[in-house]
C-alpha cells in the first residue's frame, strides 16, 4: 500500500522538505503546511520552501510555515502535494538533482507519477483529504495549528463545500478537524472576506471586461494589462474571481483570462452540469479537476480566447 510505503520513507529520512505547486492556492499551501508541522512533531526537520511572497488570500497561514532559508542539512527526501507534474512544482530556492527519493502526493486524474513513490488518488477532494489520512497514519497528533491549514486545504479546493467533489468523507474530515481545533467562522472570514483593495478592483476589471457567448451558457471574464496598469493591480492577486463568473444564471463554462504579459495568457476553467472543461485545459497543456482547471496560452490575448472558444464549442457540440 502506498501510505505503507511512505511512512517507511518518512520514517528513514531526517531532513525532508515539502514542496507545493507554482502559483500556490489553498489547497497546495495548507496541505504542504500541515505534513511539514506534523513531520517536525515526529523529529524530523522539515521546511517548506514557500514563495517569497504568500498569495494574500493565505497569508494567514505564512506564521505557520518555516523557510527553506533555514535549512542548511543534506535533504533525505522530497515530497510533492497537490502538483499533477513535476513540471508544476515550486522548488522556490532549492535546486532538486533528481537523486533525491521524491513521494508525490495528489488528487489530479490527470497526474503524470513523477515521484518515486505515487500516491493519487482522485477519489479525494482535495490532497488536505490525502494528508489527514497520512498524518494519522504516522500516529502524529493533529494540533489545532495543523488542522487549521487542512481546515482551509479542503475548503478551498471543494469551495466551501459546495463543489461536486464534495462528499461525505470530506464533511468526515472537516468535523473531525474542527473537533481538534479549526475555526470555521475565523478560517472563512480570513480566506473569503478579507480582500485587499487590489483585490477589489481586480474584481472590477473582470466584471467590467466580461463577455458572453452561446446564448449565456459561457462565459469569459479578463484581467488584461492595460487595466491591471490603470489600476495599479497584478494578475497574481485573482484567486476566486472566477467564482463571480459561475454564480451567473444559466452559465456552464465560465474562464478567467489573465494577461501574464503580451504573449502569454493564463486560464482559469470552471464547469458543471457533467461538462468535464479539463478536456479544454489539457488541450492546451494544462491540466486540473474535471470542473476546475487551468492552463497557459502561449500568444496574445485575442488568440487565446478565440482558441478557448473553439474548444469550448466542441466539447459542447455546438
Not at 508541522?37 to 505557520?64: H, I, Q, T
Not at 490532497?127 to 479542503?154: F, K, P, Q, T, W
Not at 486560464?267 to 468535464?276: C, D, F, L, P, Y
Request: glycine letters at 8%; one cysteine or more.
Amino acid at each position: 500500500m502506498k501510505l505503507e510505503q511512505i511512512k517507511k520513507l518518512i520514517d528513514r529520512s531526517e531532513n525532508i522538505i515539502v514542496v507545493s505547486h507554482i502559483e500556490s492556492d489553498g489547497d497546495s499551501l495548507g496541505s504542504a503546511i500541515a505534513l511539514q508541522l506534523a513531520l517536525k512533531k515526529m523529529g524530523k526537520k522539515s521546511f517548506v520552501p514557500a514563495p517569497d511572497k504568500f498569495p494574500n488570500r493565505y497569508r494567514f497561514l505564512e506564521k505557520y510555515a518555516e523557510r527553506w532559508g533555514y535549512f542548511k542539512d543534506t535533504i533525505d527526501l522530497v515530497i510533492a502535494v497537490d502538483c499533477s507534474t513535476g513540471e508544476r512544482i515550486d522548488w522556490g530556492n532549492f535546486k532538486y538533482d533528481g537523486k533525491i527519493p521524491l513521494v508525490n502526493i495528489d488528487h489530479h486524474d490527470g497526474n503524470t507519477n513523477f515521484g518515486n513513490v505515487n500516491w493519487v488518488d482522485p477519489s479525494a477532494a482535495a490532497a488536505g483529504e490525502m494528508i489527514y489520512e497520512l498524518i494519522r497514519s504516522i500516529g502524529v497528533r493533529i494540533d489545532e495549528n495543523m488542522a487549521s491549514a487542512l481546515y482551509v486545504a479542503i475548503m478551498t479546493d471543494t469551495g466551501r463545500f459546495s463543489f461536486g467533489n464534495t462528499t461525505a468523507k470530506t464533511f468526515a474530515i472537516a468535523s473531525a478537524l474542527v473537533e481538534l481545533g479549526a475555526d470555521p467562522k475565523f478560517l472563512t472570514t480570513e480566506t473569503y472576506f478579507k480582500f485587499s483593495e487590489e483585490y477589489f478592483r481586480n474584481i472590477g476589471i473582470a466584471l467590467f471586461n466580461s463577455r458572453s457567448y452561446l446564448n449565456g451558457r459561457v462565459l469569459f471574464l479578463t484581467l488584461d494589462r492595460a487595466s491591471m496598469h490603470s489600476f495599479s493591480t497584478s494578475h497574481e492577486n485573482s484567486e476566486g474571481i472566477i467564482d463571480f463568473a459561475m454564480a451567473v444564471q444559466n452559465v456552464d463554462v465560465a474562464v478567467l483570462f489573465k494577461e501574464i504579459s503580451k504573449n502569454k495568457v493564463h486560464a482559469s476553467m470552471r464547469s458543471r452540469r457533467g461538462i468535464e472543461i479539463s478536456e479544454v485545459a489539457k488541450y492546451f497543456g494544462g491540466g486540473g479537476h474535471p470542473n476546475a482547471a487551468g492552463c497557459t496560452i502561449d500568444g496574445n490575448l485575442a488568440v487565446a480566447q478565440e482558441g478557448v472558444l473553439n474548444r469550448i464549442k466542441l466539447l459542447l457540440g455546438v
